[in-house]
Nanobody, 115 residues
Framework: QVQLVESGGGLVQPGGSLRLSCAASGSIFSLNVAGWYRQPPGKQRELVARIRSGDTTNYADSVKGRFTISRDNARKAMYLQMNSLKPEDTAVYYC?????????WGQGTQVTVSS
């Protein structure tokens, strides 16, 4: 059973930064596709950033140049560095990992960008 646990969310002012962390119960990030998704209030869940084996990354257009996804296989962790945050970044952020054909999700962490 794979378990993912997010942390690092909170309230931040526009222009501020946050770093989200995702801890995994196994060393899955080194072998699979993993990423961060978010679900803004009243909207559908959407892809924020993804990282693949070989550390190839891709980002949603709305966060390019502001967010950076990374992982530390030794620590079984994945991160999302979020800079220049905007109110429209407010959402619940979820960690995701694809193992074979099965998606695993964390419980989510709230990020609120407001003055």
């Amino acid at each position: 059973q794979v378990q993912l646990v997010e942390s690092g969310g909170g309230l931040v002012q526009p222009g501020g930064s946050l770093r989200l962390s995702c801890a995994a119960s196994g060393s899955i990030f080194s072998l699979n596709v993993a990423g961060w998704y978010r679900q803004p209030p009243g909207k559908q869940r959407e892809l924020v950033a993804r990282i693949r084996s070989g550390d190839t990354t891709n980002y949603a257009d709305s966060v390019k140049g502001r967010f950076t996804i990374s992982r530390d296989n030794a620590r079984k962790a994945m991160y999302l560095q979020m800079n220049s945050l905007k109110p429209e970044d407010t959402a619940v952020y979820y960690c995701n990992a694809l193992l074979g054909t099965t998606d695993f999700w964390g419980q989510g962490t709230q990020v609120t960008v407001s003055s």
